[in-house]
């Protein structure tokens, strides 16, 4: 039997050597579950099968049958299974507080965040993503490419402020700022680093600087950065997502210095022959770079 184009193949019913034998292939599957016990016997029948193209392999008990939630969804106690329960999460969940007879094993396609308070109740089996456990009561969001200001800092520990997009900037605050920041990349000002705030990101990048009215520009076919361009700006600049840039010759070292924070994830920058230097410094994830 040859087993191919599945999102999910649950391998958990052949758990014996006869049932194993009877696969000989199995191709371009996204989840493959297998038996968390298996005997020797079986291990090597499941040894011999040919397998190409799968993406994640978790070995889950048996007696468990997964539901699955695709999209954004936010899951409260009322909709997770009383004991013990297996979810597959796509897209980007939240569970809320549980009570304490539930228990909740997950594999994560996405973003996950749960609530601390049920964090001993829940077991990742894998993750595909980013989960967090924090405080769902005291969480703030801020939209993609804000900018977590002084008027929405909180003085209590536990706060989290989580970006609801790809990148959030985090400028100069008051050396006492608190809490916990959330999100896939993060602009900040070398000073946070002196602060109590905690940055929980794949990616940061510190920047001398960074205020309130940084500004971002992203998601752009083309942008053409010239010297009236940059000196239009009240702040800074972060350009983000953008497939082509070019630094127009107008454009000095020492003004692309004082207005740009951060070239990131663009696919061709062109500099000039003066700017070069400059670029190569402030760039991030480019993929062509030309003068």
Known sequence: MKIKNQVICDLRPYNSPEAMQKISRITNTVLLLVPKEMDDRTKAAYATIEKQNIVSEV?????????????NCTLNNTMIPDRESFLILNGNCRIESL?????????????????????AQIEILQS???????????LIEIPDCGTLTEAVLSDDPETTYLCSGAMMIVPRLAQQAVGTVIAPIVVADSSVRDTRLALKSG?????????ES????????????????????????????????LIDKSVTPELLR????????????????????TVQLLAENVKILTK
């Open 59 to 71: 070995a889950v008990d048996s007696t468990l049958q997964p539901v699955v939630y695709n999209g």
């Open 128 to 138: 595909n993503g980013t989960c967090f456990a924090v405080n769902l009561d005291k």
């Open 258 to 277: 004082e207005k740009v924070l951060l070239f990131f994830n663009i696919h061709h920058l062109k500099a000039t022959r003066q700017t070069l230097d």
């Open 203 to 211: 990616m940061i990048f510190y920047r001398d600087q960074v205020t």
């Open 99 to 119: 009570s304490r007879e539930k228990s909740v094993k997950i594999i994560a396609n996405g973003n996950l965040l749960y609530d601390v308070r049920s964090e």
């Open 214 to 245: 940084t500004e971002v520009k992203k998601q752009m076919n083309k942008l053409r950065i010239s010297a009236d361009f940059l000196k239009q700006l009240s702040g800074k600049l972060v350009i983000f997502n953008t497939r082509h840039v």
